[in-house]
């Protein structure tokens, strides 16, 4: 695939989070979700169209391929790259090319049903059940065991591991294995709702509200508060983590800052690397 830097429409940097107000209110089209990547953030649109901020573009973050025109079904973002998937199941990608991470594999242009990036390499699930994965691979993260093709749920990463959901319950981890990543819970009578990674750690929401961390706990991201609302589901940055709870309130812990948050009426979370990105039920958006 070639570099997409350079090409397309250059967003201009976010200040104060009150701007992001005026974007969705001036396009009067309805924010689905919200993405971060390290310290940038895009808004998948209703009409398939995505907008990004950043405080700091210099490494061409919120530059959006020309080829991108309102067909973009989902996108998952990594420290410095984007991917989008397109509505034809084909990817595009664009940031900062590093370690190979705009080098698609062959032959799975077409095929694709998920994506999902880590710090600097990105996963992708084939509609087949097959799992590719490419980018820096210093830690084999790239690797992807044998058992997980044509038996994975889900899949999460975080800088340099990955996380999977097997069809029959199981969690498997590949990648680094610092800070305790590799002492994966086993989990007994109850499913899995959602598995999630921060930097160095990972995670998993069961099906009984309760949440089971592992990893490196230097600021108390593991360290789940009690929490008696169900949740419905869980975003992490480098330290800390946030939870969408059914009333459309959040808890947060971790190294978070939540002063100034209105916890009230979101509808979407997403953590960059050390902040909280909030999209509100009156379609503004707010970075914390």
């Known amino acids: 695939m070639e570099m997409l830097s350079g090409m397309g429409k250059t967003c201009a940097a976010i ?11 001036y396009n009067k089209i309805e924010i689905k979700s919200v993405v971060c990547g390290g310290e940038f ?11 990004m901020k950043s405080d700091n573009d ?17 996108v998952s973002c990594g420290v410095s790259h984007t991917v989008a998937l397109l509505d034809d199941m084909t990817i595009q990608i664009w940031g900062f090319n590093q370690s190979n991470m705009f080098k698609i594999p062959a032959n799975i242009q077409g095929k694709i049903k998920t994506i999902i990036c880590g710090g600097f390499h990105t996963v992708a699930i084939l509609q087949n059940g097959y799992v590719v994965s ?26 340099h591991h990955c996380l999977a959901l097997l069809t029959n319950g199981e969690l498997i981890t590949w990648g680094c294995k610092d800070d305790g990543l590799y002492n994966v819970p086993i989990v007994f009578d109850c499913t899995i709702k959602q598995i999630f990674c921060g930097y160095t750690y990972s995670g998993a929401l069961l099906e009984n509200n ?6 490196d706990n230097s600021e108390g991201q593991c360290l789940v508060p009690k929490i008696d609302k169900i949740i419905k589901k869980i975003s992490c940055g480098i330290l800390h983590c946030v939870a969408l709870l059914e009333d459309n309130t959040v808890i947060s812990w971790g190294k978070t800052n ?18 909280t990105v ?11």
């Open 15 to 25: 200040k104060i989070a009150e701007e992001w107000k005026n974007i969705s209110q």
């Open 41 to 51: 953030t895009v808004l998948l649109m209703a009409d398939k169209n995505i907008i």
């Open 58 to 74: 210099y490494l061409g973050n919120c530059i959006i391929p020309e080829k991108i025109n309102k067909n973009v079904l989902s």
């Open 134 to 159: 490419w980018g820096n691979n210093i830690y084999n993260q790239c690797v992807i065991p044998d058992i997980v093709h044509h038996n994975v749920k889900q899949i999460a990463c975080g800088s």
């Open 210 to 215: 309760k949440v089971i961390i592992w990893g």
């Open 258 to 275: 939540k002063e100034n948050m209105n916890l009230f009426n979101i509808k979407d979370i997403a953590c960059g690397d050390f902040s």
């Open 278 to 288: 909030i999209l509100y039920d009156n379609n503004t958006v707010k970075v914390f």
